[in-house]
């Protein structure tokens, strides 16, 4: 079990997890109100015309204060199309997490609890998905499907990524349930839900917490990838990779800010989620130390 | 151990049927094969005719025996595209991606392996200090970033190496090759550094945090105790041990680079497998798709099965069941 308080007086006095922590939110709350905070909204066709296209950024002559950053191609403020950018990065890493973390640990739970044949099945399946990339899977599965937007790329990557979830569960529940407290649980009358929510689910959810966190990062740097390689995102769904990859087409020509700008705010985001799932992963599994 | 190694190549055998099936229903479901190949603007008859010449008009069951036997005889179909065999399509473009993988992973080995030897030796040197802050960059960026940035001040602003391409290749036999021409080589060093960057990171973190550990029992301290120098001790007794976990991620990261070649050739603009997929899929190409999922799960089936048996070699104490 995780002594939180501990854990808590120990992250109150980590420079690095609190700095980790402030951009997260603050990222967190960009993308959350920027219907309120952007100053465009750089998918309302209203708002944006041909005619501001390739602006610089605002200290730089020949650009405005109303494109703090600058603009793109198709005359979209950069800063804008970050923020909005930003809630499609959150959107599909909490959605993937979420999504593979229940799957992941539902099917790990039937596999270490039940055992058998439905072990044997889902450990195979899984061992078949971890000896290819995560990376490879999606892109095929997106590219085969010809699936665009938030919900299929959330769905292809979760496709792969409960493999993990459920291989924790499975090996947690099989150690845990040679324990004596399950025994003695079920001598006293405790049905197999019972003992699954009250006994084994909370020696595993620090660990499972871990892995999530380490994972977060690696699914925003999966989703702005395949939407710089054109099958994450549609045209019409704000996405950082795939801002840089139309930002890319004109870096011969000098125009540097549409690819750097939401490259270094996803840099900054994925290193801050990093930094603060390794400081979590160190925090609470004092083994690996 | 004889039994462990027949089960996994058993095992290797099924992956690979399986794949076969999954292929052979995305090339039946997804979209009108018939139609793709006749084109859009073909009669009935030239459809039926292209429906025949594919097998649709057969049972299911047949059509996947057909599949499979014409797979295993290295016919994959036609390409919607170029209508040329697409198995020779993909195995054109394999010579680049190979080569650039290849380049990858020795630079990720030779200089991941010398910097974590280092950072693990004087963890408190400047350099070291530097080295794992740049591999803390090199784990978070992503990888088409680290392209386009090193693009941008190698190529564009500094112009010491060239952007895209690569360059001119010498044909040997059915092989082409960029290693041998010096403008080859330029073009290589920009996307093989951006493609092995993640992995150069992990092995300098993976090598140094193996060294450290070795380096803090009790067998290196006694040899130093002995009088052999900080030199011996760490490439003779540190170095040795340290490198058996090394060993066996390596041929997984040769996977790993073959997979994020896509990334690296699409930024890059390099002729090689990755880049021959996205376009295959801008196009609905499913044959080439197709085509390059078999090869590349080919590779991956090939590159698991070789990591286990080396492991098993390397590694006798493991007990198998």
């Known amino acids: 079990m995780i002594d939180t308080r501990k854990v808590l007086r120990h992250y109150i006095k980590s420079p690095t997890a609190l700095f980790c922590t402030i951009i997260i939110l603050s990222f967190g709350v960009l993308a959350i109100g920027a219907d309120w905070i952007a100053p465009d909204n750089p998918y309302d066709l209203r708002t944006f015309s041909l005619s501001d296209r390739m602006k610089p950024p605002a200290w730089m002559r020949g650009g405005t204060l109303t494109f703090v950053l600058g603009t793109d191609d198709q005359g979209r403020d950069i800063l804008s199309t970050i923020i909005y950018g930003l809630r499609t990065s959150f959107l599909v890493g909490f959605g993937v997490i979420a999504l593979s973390t229940l799957v992941g640990s539902i099917l790990g739970l039937i596999a270490g609890y039940f055992g058998r044949l439905i072990d044997t099945v889902i450990c195979r399946i899984a061992d078949i998905m971890l000896s290819f990339p995560a990376f490879l899977m999606a892109l095929l599965l997106l590219g085969l499907l010809k699936w665009q937007g938030e919900m299929p790329v959330i769905l292809a990557i979760s496709a792969i990524f409960w493999v993990r979830y459920a291989r924790v569960m499975r090996g947690n529940v099989l150690a845990e349930k040679a324990r004596e407290y399950v025994d003695a649980a079920r001598s006293l009358g405790a049905g197999n839900l019972r003992i699954i929510f009250s006994h084994l689910l909370p020696n595993v959810v620090s660990t499972l917490f871990v892995i999530a966190a380490v994972d977060l990062g690696m699914v925003i740097v999966l989703e702005s990838t395949l939407s710089f390689l054109g099958v994450g995102m549609p045209l019409t769904t704000p996405s950082l990779g795939m801002m840089i990859a139309s930002g890319y087409n004109y870096l011969y020509a000098g125009i540097w800010w549409v690819v750097l700008f939401p490259g270094l705010v996803l840099a900054l985001l994925i290193l801050a989620i990093n930094l603060l799932g390794d400081w979590l992963r160190r925090e609470l599994n004092p083994r690996i130390q | ?321």
């Open chain 2, 1 to 321: 151990m004889l039994s462990y190694i027949s089960g996994r190549i058993l095992q290797s055998i099924l992956v690979l049927i399986g794949v076969t099936i999954i292929c052979f229903i995305m090339f039946q479901y997804m979209g009108d094969p018939a139609l793709a190949l006749a084109g859009m603007d073909a009669t009935k008859e030239q459809l039926e005719e292209a429906a025949r010449m594919l097998g649709l008009d057969r049972p299911l069951y047949e059509q996947y025996v057909r599949f499979l036997w014409r797979a295993v005889h290295g016919d994959f179909g036609i390409s919607f595209m170029t209508k040329t065999p697409a198995l020779k399509l993909v195995l054109k473009r394999m010579p680049a991606t190979l080569e650039l993988a290849g380049t990858a992973m020795i630079f990720a080995t030779l200089i991941g392996g010398l910097v974590g030897v280092f950072a693990a030796v004087k963890p408190r040197f400047v350099a070291s200090r530097l080295a794992m802050v740049g591999t803390l960059m090199g784990i978070t960026l992503p990888t088409f970033f680290i392209g386009i940035l090193s693009i941008y001040f190698f190529a564009i602003l500094l112009g010491w190496l060239p952007p895209f391409g690569r360059g001119d290749v010498i044909g040997i036999g059915i092989w082409s090759t960029g290693l041998l021409t010096v403008s080859g080589l330029k073009h290589l060093i920009l996307p093989a550094l951006t493609l092995g960057m993640f992995q150069l990171s992990m092995s300098t973190r993976v090598i140094r945090g193996e060294m450290m550990e070795v380096l803090a029992e009790d067998y290196i301290r006694t040899a130093r105790a002995k009088g052999l120098s900080v030199l011996m001790v760490t490439l003779r007794h540190a170095l040795k041990n340290a490198l058996i976990p090394f060993v066996t991620i390596a041929g997984l990261q040769l996977g790993q680079l073959i997979a994020f070649s896509i990334v690296t050739e699409t930024v890059f603009q390099w002729p090689g497998m990755g880049n021959l997929l996205l376009m295959a899929i801008g196009q609905t190409d499913q044959p080439v798709v197709i085509t390059y999922i078999m090869v590349i799960a080919f590779i991956f089936v090939f590159i698991n099965l070789t990591v286990d048996l080396t492991y098993c070699l390397l590694n006798p104490r493991i007990a198998y069941d």
